[in-house]
């Protein structure tokens, strides 16, 4: 079991900035891959960015690449997404995931096995 608790959520107007952390705990962060994802009211739930388990490979969606940087400190157990030049249509709930390494595609929610309980990211325009 991995428990994942998101926080750095809140209210930030066009252009700004947040960082959201990803505290897990329970069995071994390291050898997971993480995701974040986020679902918009009456929208599916879409993948953002995803981190192979070193930290040495990243993927991103299209969205929001250029814009987010995802990464992980695997000593302190803890995920980050660092969002930059925020815009209204990134307003969501965010989730972070984490899958096992070999299984599935980053990309597909379906592949993650753990998820925290969601932290809401609103922005202003």
């Known amino acids: 079991q991995v428990q994942l608790v998101e926080s750095g959520g809140g209210l930030v107007q066009a252009g700004g900035s947040l960082r959201l952390s990803c505290a897990a705990s329970g069995r071994t962060f390291s050898s997971y891959t993480m995701g974040w994802f986020r679902q918009a009211p009456g929208k599916e739930r879409e993948f953002v960015a995803a981190?192979?388990?070193?930290?040495?490979?990243?993927y991103y969606a299209d969205s929001v690449k250029g814009r987010f940087t995802i990464s992980r400190d695997n000593a302190k157990n803890t995920l980050y997404l660092q969002m930059n030049s925020l815009k209204p249509e990134d307003t969501a709930v965010y989730y972070c995931?984490?899958?096992?390494?070999?299984?599935?595609?980053?990309?597909?929610?379906?592949?993650?096995?753990?998820w925290g309980q969601g932290i809401q990211v609103t922005v202003s325009s």
């Open positions: 995931a984490a899958k096992d390494h070999y299984s599935g595609s980053y990309y597909d929610s379906k592949w993650y096995t753990y």
């Open positions: 981190i192979s388990w070193s930290g040495g490979s990243t």
